[in-house]
């Protein structure tokens, strides 16, 4: 069986993306990819981690985790989806390094699940941006302990997934960027579940909406109504250009507001970003969905 694993990144609309997977659990059953709720799985994949941490065996005879998981359910696919799958949100930013527990974890995860394929399924975000919102609801002396000990200079996503594949390598990886989320949200979808283009996405105008004005979303919709045959090469593009006309300008702004972080500093984040995407699109075993 293969078994998805959604690990986040955190602040890229993880939450939601789990949400508009759950409303698609009876079309998903039906070709044969199960949606186990969060409930069944996270608090056990984290126990039988930290049991593997102190020697426990990984299974009990002949029964995969998938099969504890499942219950009984019969499926081809799994879905686990959890930000916290690679660590903490408190432990995704250590050693200048994303996730540095990452590769352990992933290879605890191969005994655990010993007769499935594993994929891993991840959001990278651009450090300007994320390592904010990270630290955000953090206190005043947490935040500034991590900005004491981070150089973001120094973070690279294509360091994270070289660790992954050397860890791993027999675990294909799924990536996207947050930024081009809003384009690509039903590519995304499809490539995790298995469901095919001419099946509908309950829940596919879901980011949209929250970046959108109402005009633009019923505007779109009506739209696409209209060209229901249209590629989804022509539909990104579409996206985008009513995205252009019709952002909520509002809901898109992103407050940076870190004590030494110029504007100066959050372009040259940006570029150093963007470069790292470039490196991370040659790493044999990981492919990119991009608009």
């Keep these: 069986m293969q078994v998805i694993f959604h690990c986040g990144a955190h602040g890229t609309e993880e939450d939601r993306l789990l949400k508009t997977l759950q409303l698609n659990k009876s079309q998903l059953k039906s070709i044969g990819t199960a949606v186990p709720s969060p409930k069944k799985y996270r608090s056990l994949i984290k126990e039988r981690y930290t049991a593997l941490l102190e ?19 019969q499926a081809d696919r799994a879905v686990l989806s959890n930000a916290h799958f690679f660590g903490s949100q ?12 990452a590769e352990t974890r992933v290879q605890a995860w191969q005994q655990m699940f010993p007769f499935d394929q594993l994929e891993i399924f991840l959001a990278l975000r651009n450090p300007a941006a994320l390592v904010p919102d990270l630290l955000k609801r953090a206190s ?11 150089d973001p200079y120094q973070m690279r996503w294509s360091d994270l997934l070289i660790r992954l ?7 294909p ?18 490539d995790m579940t298995g469901i095919e283009i001419q099946q ?18 019923d505007r779109l919709q009506q739209y696409l109504g209209q060209h229901p045959n249209m590629t989804e090469i022509h ?14 300008h509002e809901a898109l702004e992103e407050e940076i507001d870190l004590p030494g972080w110029t504007e100066d500093m959050i372009e040259a984040l940006t570029d150093l970003y963007e470069e790292d995407m470039e490196r991370v699109n040659r790493i044999p075993g990981v492919t990119l969905i991009a608009p």
């Design 165 to 171: 594949r050397q860890a791993a390598p027999n675990v």
């Design 90 to 101: 408190r432990q995704s930013l250590e050693s200048n390094q994303f996730y540095p527990e």
């Design 140 to 150: 005043p002396q947490r935040k500034k302990e991590v900005l004491h000990a981070l």
């Design 55 to 73: 020697g426990a065996p990984a299974a009990v005879g002949q029964e995969s985790l998938s099969q504890v998981i499942l219950a009984g359910t």
């Design 173 to 190: 990886i799924t990536i996207w960027c947050f930024e081009d989320m809003p384009m690509i949200w039903d590519q995304i979808i499809r």
């Design 235 to 248: 539909k990104r593009r579409v996206i985008a250009a009513f995205l252009d006309k019709f952002a909520d």
């Design 200 to 217: 509908e996405i309950v829940g596919s105008m879901s980011l949209l909406s929250a970046i959108m004005t109402d005009e633009g979303i």
